[in-house]
Nanobody, 123 residues
């Protein structure tokens, strides 16, 4: 499985961006995809996750109500719609996939990772 993440960029505080993640080679719906982010000098942290089967979604408290994770199975794509962006959302955003339908919030739980896309929010 290879994951291709895209959609990052520079945006002003209060603006929006949409990230996309395409997990090529995903051969089963018994899987979960999550977005993580890593700011400079900080550990990688869970942002949001979604189950391919059922579509259940999960969010960190820091983005709940501002970010929305979704998927279009026919396009084999997971999206992260980010609204009301804040400077503290600035980070490299990674998408990741694990086999099994549980959305975990820890990095070791995910086997496959994308290359990351940079999101910069200016104040």
């Amino acid at each position: 499985v290879q994951l291709q993440a895209s959609g990052g960029g520079l945006v002003q505080a209060g603006g929006s961006l949409r990230l996309s993640c395409v997990p090529s080679g995903r051969s089963s719906n018994d899987a979960a995809t999550a977005w993580f982010r890593q700011a400079a000098g900080k550990e990688r942290e869970f942002v949001a996750g979604i189950r391919w089967s059922g579509g259940n979604t999960y969010y960190s408290d820091s983005v709940k109500g501002r970010f929305t994770i979704s998927k279009i199975s026919a396009k084999n794509t997971v999206y992260l719609q980010m609204n009301s962006l804040k400077p503290e959302d600035t980070a490299v955003y990674y998408c990741a996939l694990r086999w099994g339908s549980t959305v975990h919030t820890t990095t070791p739980s995910y086997t496959y990772w994308g290359q990351g896309t940079l999101v910069t929010v200016s104040s």
